[in-house]
């Protein structure tokens, strides 16, 4: 069966910018998750969405959102863009159910620069 | 506050021989640990898990140790082969602050390199 697509791959915008980045996930998964990877500072959680419903999140400021459709696709969006949010935005989906031990499949990821 | 920890940025081994990839942890709560592996432009791709009920599951070449006490989880692959130059994460996860195991907590990674 198809992975999780990412959309766009690359992209490159300016301080003060906002930009949304698409994820399509496996057919069947209803929870998706963020991350973002950055040197040094490895993968870090943004938020997950399970049934259009944010289930979890991490440590990071309001500027970063997210949301998921009733397909289950999901779209995070960054607004005021700083130098700092260069990164490469990871989106992994699972089933989601707390029956047991989920498995995250991830995307290739969007590189986001900012200049 | 890294509460997963992988101190070698890189390691390089010989082909044939055994890679040994550590991780440390400091949230007591971790109950469930995993290890990625991502190569250039792709995404990071599951490898091998362990419950905190266990302290070792293998899976072909690959097996995870856990050392509750230590807070240390170690990844052995053997033999070692050219395919498995990637970088390996470590990851962590609290099952009963979270549903399912889809917050995980990550390592900053470790690249692995193996010469033929």
């Known amino acids: 069966k198809a992975g999780v697509t990412q959309t766009p791959r690359y992209l490159i915008k300016t301080r003060g910018q906002q930009v949304t980045l698409s994820c399509s996930p496996i057919s069947g998964h209803r929870s998706v998750s963020w991350y973002q990877q950055t040197p040094g500072q490895g993968l870090q959680f943004l938020f997950e969405?399970?049934?259009?419903?944010?289930?979890n999140k991490g440590n990071f400021p309001g500027r970063f959102s997210g949301r998921q459709f009733s397909n289950s696709r999901s779209e995070m969006n960054v607004s005021t863009l700083e130098l700092g949010d260069s990164a490469l935005y990871l989106c992994?989906?699972?089933?989601?159910?707390?029956?047991?031990?989920?498995?995250?499949?991830f995307g290739a990821g969007s590189r986001l620069t900012v200049l | 506050d890294q509460q997963v920890k992988q101190n070698s940025p890189s390691l390089s081994v010989q082909e044939g021989r055994i890679s040994i990839l550590n991780c440390d942890y400091t949230?007591?709560?971790?109950?469930?640990f995993l290890w990625y592996k991502k190569y250039p432009a792709e995404g990071p791709t599951f490898l091998i898990s362990?419950?905190?009920?266990?302290d070792k599951n293998e899976d072909g070449r690959f097996t995870v140790f856990l050392n509750k006490s230590a807070k240390h989880l170690s990844l052995h692959i053997v033999p070692s082969q050219p395919g498995d130059s990637a970088v390996y994460f470590c990851?962590?996860?609290?099952?009963?602050?979270?549903?399912?195991?889809?917050?995980?907590?990550f390592g900053t990674g470790t690249r692995l390199t193996i010469i033929p």
């Open positions: 992994a989906s699972s089933s989601g159910y707390p029956s047991g031990a989920n498995v995250l499949t």
């Open positions: 990851a962590a996860s609290d099952k009963r602050s979270n549903f399912g195991n889809e917050k995980l907590t």
């Open positions: 362990i419950s905190s009920i266990k």
């Open positions: 969405y399970f049934s259009e419903t944010q289930r």
């Open positions: 949230n007591s709560m971790f109950d469930y």
